[in-house]
């Protein structure tokens, strides 16, 4: 049985577990289980804190996992990357109080507080830039006001909760986060089946099926409006002068592609939505 690891709580939790059981798995029924045997699949999931997951992957003890890549990097362990998730996108940024920092330079000789010291130090230590590491387990945005630190570094998604504490982002961008499967051997049993099943939920999220009439004449120029991954599917129609055509359109460009399909002649376009995919 693969061994996967999956987070128990936290932002990561619940889009985790959704794109699991999308992708075909069955997972926990009870919240509070830690464990869960998938024997259909042949997976057994286990449900750990999102930081530990690393740990676990790292030593071998489990042979996959869904993580941040923050997490992962903060960890040192030994799992690498091998699939980014789309989803759980942050960034990791030092903030201070408005007007009292500008680049990271300033941070010499001061006192830093974050959750993430391992990723934290390492970038100082790149930089040239000695610092106090404070290492809190959350909420470090209050560290400031509490008097513990100068600045913080931490999690930055909508910034919302750095302006209710009253900090600014200032230098260098420290990471950009997401949430990946991580490893610590691609090539074990099993591992290229969850990763393709994970990726065709992406694809299924984050693609269109697009299907449209067009005249024959046009029918270059609408392919080069959507090319679709291979190459659309074109089929004859009853009136010889037009063919139906179906294709995959990035969700965020459906309304420009169909406007422009539109303006070139393309009728009764029509889009649905991709349950599942295998590309
Ligand atoms: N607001 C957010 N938006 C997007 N991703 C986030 C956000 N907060 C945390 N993350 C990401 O989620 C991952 C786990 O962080 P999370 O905060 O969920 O765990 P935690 O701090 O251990 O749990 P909790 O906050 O419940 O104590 C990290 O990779 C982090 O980058
Ligand atoms: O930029 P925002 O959208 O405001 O999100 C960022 C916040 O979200 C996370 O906190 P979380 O809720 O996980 O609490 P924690 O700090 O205790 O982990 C992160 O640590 C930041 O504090
Ligand atoms: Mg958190």
């Known amino acids: 049985m693969l061994r996967v690891a999956i987070p128990n709580k936290g932002s990561l939790a619940e889009i985790s577990a959704e794109m ?4 075909g798995y069955t997972g926990r029924k009870d919240p509070r289980d830690l464990h869960y045997s998938d024997a259909r699949n ?5 449900y750990l804190r999102p ?3 690393a740990t676990y992957v790292g030593s ?16 040192y362990s030994e799992a690498k990357e091998i699939a980014e998730l789309s ?15 500008s680049d990271l330079s300033d941070l010499a000789g001061k006192r830093v507080a974050t959750s993430y010291p391992g990723l934290v130090g390492t970038f100082l230590a790149q930089a040239g830039v000695q610092s106090h590491l404070v290492k809190l387990d959350g909420a470090v945005e209050s560290a400031v006001r509490l008097g513990v630190a100068d600045a913080v570094a931490d999690v930055v998604s909508t910034g919302s909760t750095l302006r209710k504490a009253g900090l600014d982002i200032f230098g260098p961008v420290i990471l950009e986060s997401t949430a990946v499967l991580i490893s610590r051997d691609a090539s074990i049993d099993g591992i290229s089946t969850l990763m393709r099943r994970l990726q065709g939920v992406l694809v299924a999220k984050q693609y269109v099926l697009m299907d449209y009439d ?3 004449k046009f029918l270059d120029e609408a392919c080069a409006i959507a090319p679709g991954i291979e190459s659309p599917t074109v089929s004859p129609l009853h009136d010889p002068e037009w063919v139906a055509v179906r294709v995959m359109v990035p969700r965020a460009d459906r309304n420009d592609v169909m406007d422009k399909l539109y303006d070139l002649g393309a009728r009764a376009i029509l889009v649905s939505a991709i349950h599942a995919a295998r590309l």
């Open 20 to 23: 699991l059981y999308e992708a």
């Open 60 to 75: 071998g003890a489990l042979d996959v996992g869904i993580t941040g890549r923050d997490l992962l990097l903060d960890s």
């Open 87 to 101: 989803f759980g996108d942050s960034t990791f940024r030092f903030a201070g109080p408005a007007g009292s920092f």
């Open 51 to 53: 930081r530990d997951i």
């Open 214 to 216: 067009v005249p024959k």
């Open 42 to 46: 042949g997976v057994e999931f286990f």
